[in-house]
């Protein structure tokens, strides 16, 4: 990875040692691969894996024969072990150990989001990259189920970069934005998010003030709204802390939600946008005044409307606030 000390020639720093890129036969998984491929370094270990489903759970099973099934297993092992050297290729340039893994659910039974998640925690990955596309292909890995898995389950960070993301793919990015909540949590992946700057990024640490009204309020929304200022004031204060010492521009600010038909994902996907960014970090943990938000809720809807590369981060073992 490119650090903001680092140089391209530069070993891996600590925390991002292995990279595992999930990826199917779509040119989403390739996309994804290429938006990760300039940030891997001599020292980062990287796996592809594809998923061949079972054809038992994709056919009826009263209409086909075991002959038909064997046909059409060959062809779904076919199609990910295709997909696994094509997306090798884009690393050729790249001086990294690369190795292709497919996983075959008619042999290891279960299903797409628990192969993925199990395969990257037996692998002890640090990042998990996979491409989304809007209610097709690979989407199925960040929505429903897994989502659930990536904020409960996974011990990784997870790089989402989404199939709508047109800009260059640059060496490093750009312009990162880090949306901060409050908590130790968000902290952690402004520091793990950092792991992806280069000197020359820059870097926009934000707090969300979320003025929408809910049924679920019990104290009045401008009484909640100076609460969140006061909390939001300090999180900066504190990103600013982490910041001091970089090279890099950085500034932060203060983002409010729409008093109606509106949360917190939009706003930070509607900055995100406003912003230019081509990286955006989240914490994988949220809150909402007394309503108190589901552990990871707010980043598992980000990840599901972004049109930016979203940085799932996870809490890291040793990390502290």
């Known amino acids: 990875m490119v650090t903001t000390s680092a140089s391209a020639n530069s070993t891996a720093p600590s925390g991002i040692k292995r990279i595992l890129i999930a ?5 989403v998984a390739a996309r994804a691969a290429a938006y990760i491929r300039y940030m891997t370094v001599p020292g980062v270990e990287v796996r592809i894996v594809s998923v061949a489903e079972n054809p038992r759970v994709l056919v009826p099973l009263g209409s086909r024969t075991d002959a038909e099934l064997q046909t059409a297993r060959a062809e779904l092992l076919r199609d990910a072990s295709t997909a696994v050297e094509r997306v090798k290729e884009i690393f050729v340039q790249v001086n990294v150990n690369v190795d292709v893994r497919v996983l075959e659910l008619s042999r290891t039974g279960g299903d797409t989001a628990n192969a993925l998640i199990d395969a990257a925690s037996e ?20 929505e429903g189920k897994v989502s659930e898995f990536v904020t409960t389950r996974a011990a990784c960070s997870i790089l989402v970069v989404p199939a709508n993301y047109e800009a260059e793919i640059h060496a490093f990015p750009r312009r990162i934005l880090f949306a901060l909540d409050g908590s130790r949590f968000s902290l952690d992946a ?31 929304i401008h009484v909640l709204e100076d609460s969140f200022k006061e909390e939001g004031e300090n999180t900066l204060a504190a990103a600013a802390g982490v910041f001091a010492n970089l090279p890099n521009h950085v500034e932060s600010g203060l983002v409010k939600t729409k008093v109606s038909n509106d949360d917190v994902p939009h706003a930070i996907v509607r900055e995100a946008r406003r912003w230019h960014a081509d990286l955006l970090v989240v914490g994988t943990h949220g809150r909402r005044g007394l309503a108190r938000w589901l552990i990871g809720s707010v980043a598992e809807r980000t990840a599901r409307i972004t049109h930016t590369p979203l940085l ?10």
């Open 190 to 220: 402004l520091r793990f998010g950092l792991l992806f700057a280069a000197p020359e990024s820059s870097l926009r640490a934000v707090y969300v003030i979320d003025r929408a009204v809910r049924l679920t309020d019990f104290v009045p």
């Open 312 to 321: 799932l981060a996870r809490p890291r073992p040793n990390s502290s606030s």
């Open 123 to 142: 692998w002890q990955a640090d990042l998990l990259v996979v491409g989304a596309r809007q209610h097709h292909g690979l989407l199925r890995w960040v």
């Open 23 to 27: 990826v199917d036969s779509s040119s």
